[in-house]
């Protein structure tokens, strides 16, 4: 099993004082390499449901289990080196750090983990996603589907056992859209990691042979 949610439930405070709930969430469960798109609306949670998942924020109560490991009752800090070394990210808006190169950005995302950068890896990664011209050129420099290359092969460095995708192709063309899910499914494929890919496009999801809709499993959501 690459991960398991077990009555996990989240919510914030209001401003006013009231409890907001976001997430409450009785079962959900990837297994080892399987890749699932995952269909959530504006304000249907999906954002604090990758933020749980990879412990960037703390679910309130409930279990989360990535790869054998229980991260939700982890102090902030171990969960931080657990997502740096476990766990890869594609954000929508690529966080690439624009005051480096295409290479030093990869580099960057092996020097949160305890493993030394490989900057060979680094290399190749970059050549995987078919970027090995690109390697010294920082992220101004590059058009938007480059952009969003680089992100992916900075979510691969470590090579996690998940990798987590929010919206990776919202902010690419239509013309980039098959070739970055293209290189995201084989590269998950290739290297044994299981992906959990959230997207609002049906068009998008329908290329994954399992589809899950948030609030179908997400109780705060759920129809009645």
Known sequence: MSLLLENVKK????????????LDIERF??????QVALI???????????N??????????????????EIA????????RFRAERIGFVFQTFNLLPAFSALENVLLGMSFSRKKPNRDRAKELLSLVGLEHRLNHH??????????????????ANQ????????????????????????????CAQN????????????????????????????VHAPV
């Open 160 to 187: 996690p056992k998940l990798l987590l995708a929010d919206e990776p192709t919202a902010n690419v063309d239509l013309a980039n859209q098959d070739t970055i899910l293209k290189l995201l499914r084989d590269a």
């Open 192 to 219: 044994q990691i299981a992906m959990l890919l959230v997207t609002h496009s049906q068009e998008v999801a329908n290329q994954f042979e399992r589809v899950e809709t948030l609030t179908e499993f997400n109780k």
């Open 40 to 50: 959530g609306e504006s304000g249907s949670g999906k954002s604090t449901l990758l």
């Open 73 to 80: 009752s982890m102090a902030e800090v171990v969960r931080d």
């Open 29 to 34: 469960e990837l297994k080892e390499n399987e």
């Open 11 to 22: 919510s914030y405070r209001e401003p006013d004082g009231s409890v907001l709930p976001i």
């Open 139 to 156: 992220p101004k420099q590059m058009s938007v589907g480059e952009q969003q290359r680089v992100a992916v092969a900075r979510a691969l």
């Open 52 to 69: 749980v998942i990879s412990g960037i924020t703390a679910a309130d109560s409930g279990k989360v289990t990535i790869a054998g490991t």
